[in-house]
DNA sequence: GGGCTGACCTACT
DNA sequence: CAGTAGGCCAGCC
């Protein structure tokens, strides 16, 4: 999955691509579901590249209609101080998916990508 | 080239 | 649970 991991990126068109596998790998993340910035790193081929996510979103275009708000802290909280805009925007947006907040945090088990395998894997018989 | 700044992470107190 | 420290790396002086 995790493809050559040499490191930083040598040029910014390598960047730039890398780029592109972030948009792609938020696209995926189902209603309802969240993803951590060092997931979504991971998934677009990049594992130490957490905080290059954040930057991956500013530079996403308003046309492409991102599920940005599907993308948070390890800790499951939201990466925006607690009285800003941006903050308030993300965490109405994930509660009308049915995303829960318990003390302004996010049970990853519960609705992290991964928890969802969990969820599928041991309540679904096979 | 050097220094600083982050929508971050892990480990340790 | 809160705070700190070190690591990370692209972008902007």
Redesign the pocket.
């Known amino acids: 999955m995790d493809r050559a991991e040499k490191?930083?990126?040598t040029t910014?068109s390598d960047?730039d691509r890398w780029v592109q596998n972030v948009w792609q790998v938020v696209e995926g993340i189902p209603r309802g579901h969240v993803l951590?910035?060092?997931e979504v790193a991971r998934l677009a081929g990049m594992s130490?590249?957490?905080?290059?996510?954040?930057?991956a979103?500013?530079k996403a275009p308003r046309g492409r209609k991102l599920p940005?708000h599907r993308?948070v802290?390890?800790?499951g909280r939201i990466?925006?101080p607690a009285d800003s805009a941006?903050y308030q925007r993300?965490k109405r947006r994930l509660e009308e998916e049915g995303v829960v907040f318990v003390?302004g945090?996010i049970n990853l088990e519960q609705f992290g990508y991964q928890g969802a395998l969990d969820h599928l894997l041991w309540s679904e018989p096979l």
């Open positions: 490191g930083p990126f910014t960047f951590t910035y060092g130490r590249a957490a905080r290059r996510v954040g930057q979103m500013r940005w993308v802290n390890a800790q990466s925006f941006g993300q003390k945090s």
